[in-house]
């Protein structure tokens, strides 16, 4: 099988949630493993200067509007959590200490947890919310919750978010195929238009 395809986001992310939803059907599509990245974009924002679209007085409104759109065309639910943007650490902890644990639900946990804020506009910045769920997704909440606090899953997110850093990962959704980037719910399709010619 060729090279995988790495999915860098954030879970506040709007956009990631969208590519959440698309990324393993078009990776199965081509024969591709995903490897499920969170980083914090906050700290990337520190260095390129940006900031959250939603909170910019030129792109806000924009912002908003686009999303919902963009939504409705891939048919994908959405409901905006109330308190937004929010903390991505706790939900991106999670997904590494269940790195840890089975990567093989990542998938699961990814989706249960994106969709509890973008589809049902819940919060999921605080353990028990996470470990909720975490539990939607089969995954033993109790276990999750107090893994959160390990000091390996804490530095394996600091690492990552070094990591986007230092390969110029500046925002969510982010993609990387065969050393070649992609930036963008809107690129996926160059995406697979690229596979395919692989």
């Known amino acids: 099988m060729a090279g995988p395809i790495e999915f860098w986001f954030d879970f506040s992310s709007p956009y990631g949630y969208l590519a959440?939803?698309?990324?393993?059907?078009?990776?199965?599509?081509?024969?591709?493993?995903?490897?499920?990245?969170?980083?914090?974009?906050?700290?990337?924002?520190?260095?390129?200067?940006?900031?959250?679209?939603?909170?910019?007085?030129?792109?806000?409104a924009y912002f908003l509007q686009d999303f919902a759109r963009s939504?409705?065309?891939?048919?994908?639910?959405?409901?905006?959590?109330?308190?937004?943007?929010?903390?991505?650490?706790?939900?991106?902890?999670?997904?590494?200490?269940?790195?840890?644990?089975?990567?093989?639900?990542?998938?699961?946990l990814v989706h249960a947890l994106y969709r509890a804020a973008f589809a049902r506009g819940g919060a999921i910045d605080t353990p028990a919310a996470v470990a909720t769920a975490a539990a939607a997704a089969g995954i033993d909440p109790a276990g999750l919750e107090a893994g959160l606090q390990e000091p390996d899953v804490k530095a394996t997110l600091k690492a990552r978010t070094d990591e986007a850093i230092e390969r110029r990962i500046f925002g969510s959704p982010f993609f990387l195929v065969d050393g070649e980037p992609f930036w963008g719910v809107d690129r996926l399709d160059q995406l697979a238009w690229r596979l395919a010619a692989a």
């Open 20 to 60: 959440s939803e698309r990324i393993g059907a078009l990776a199965d599509e081509h024969r591709r493993d995903v490897v499920w990245r969170p980083f914090l974009l906050g700290a990337v924002f520190k260095v390129t200067g940006a900031g959250p679209n939603a909170l910019d007085p030129m792109r806000g």
């Open 71 to 108: 939504a409705d065309y891939l048919g994908v639910p959405i409901k905006m959590p109330a308190a937004f943007p929010f903390a991505a650490v706790t939900p991106s902890r999670a997904v590494y200490w269940q790195e840890a644990q089975d990567p093989g639900k990542i998938p699961a």
